[in-house]
């Protein structure tokens, strides 16, 4: 039996109720529901991880940092969704993906992101984003990654965004990133599933 693909959610906000956050639980909640039922974990340590420091990029790496290298190396492929901050990458999203280029967890894995910004906002952070993702050898998937604008008050509660159209365009993200990140995809043994 094949197992599917682990997708590894990052978001690049620290904001309590951010809308990206929103947009990643909601991936989380859509993959339970689509019927090829990717894996998908959210990963909750941006704020612990130390300032990078090139010294520090040793053997014995901070825990923090271990974990974080550890959870890209275990995921299939990688969804991102980022705020922008200052025409860029937020500091601690930017002081996160510092810590992959010096590891080679991240090199040759599908990578894709959600831009939630209101239309025409976000692309200094996805520009950046692109940039650091070409020093770290990442494979960027782009006919995933999208634009879906969230506004406030679109996640519930739970978290989530109840939107139909919203969960559509997430579930199509996550078909074409799990395609991608299928190994025997990626080692070329074969081809990617329709999402």
């Known amino acids: 039996m094949t197992t599917s693909p682990l997708i590894l959610l990052l978001s690049g906000s620290l904001r309590t109720g951010s809308s990206n956050e929103a947009v990643l639980r909601t991936a989380q909640a859509v993959a339970a529901e689509t019927p090829a039922r990717p894996r998908t974990v959210l990963y909750d340590g941006l704020a612990a991880l130390p300032h990078f420091n090139p010294d520090d990029d040793t053997d014995q790496l901070p825990a923090p940092v271990a974990g974080l290298r550890a959870a890209i190396a275990a995921a299939d492929a990688i969804l991102v969704c980022t705020p922008e901050y200052a025409g860029t990458l937020p500091g601690s999203f930017k002081n996160l993906l510092d810590w992959t280029v010096g590891g080679t967890e991240i090199g040759d894995k599908p990578v894709a992101w959600v831009n939630a910004a209101a239309p025409g906002r976000g692309q200094g952070a996805e520009a950046t984003l692109r940039t650091v993702l070409g020093y770290t050898g990442a494979a960027v998937v782009e006919e995933a990654c999208v634009r879906i604008p969230v506004t406030a008050g679109m996640s ?10 919203v969960r559509a ?19 070329g043994q074969g081809a990617p599933d329709a999402p």
């Open 156 to 165: 519930g509660q739970d978290g989530t965004i109840a939107d139909p159209e």
């Open 169 to 187: 365009r997430i579930g199509e993200v996550l078909g074409v990133l799990a395609g991608r990140g299928r190994p025997d995809v990626r080692d």
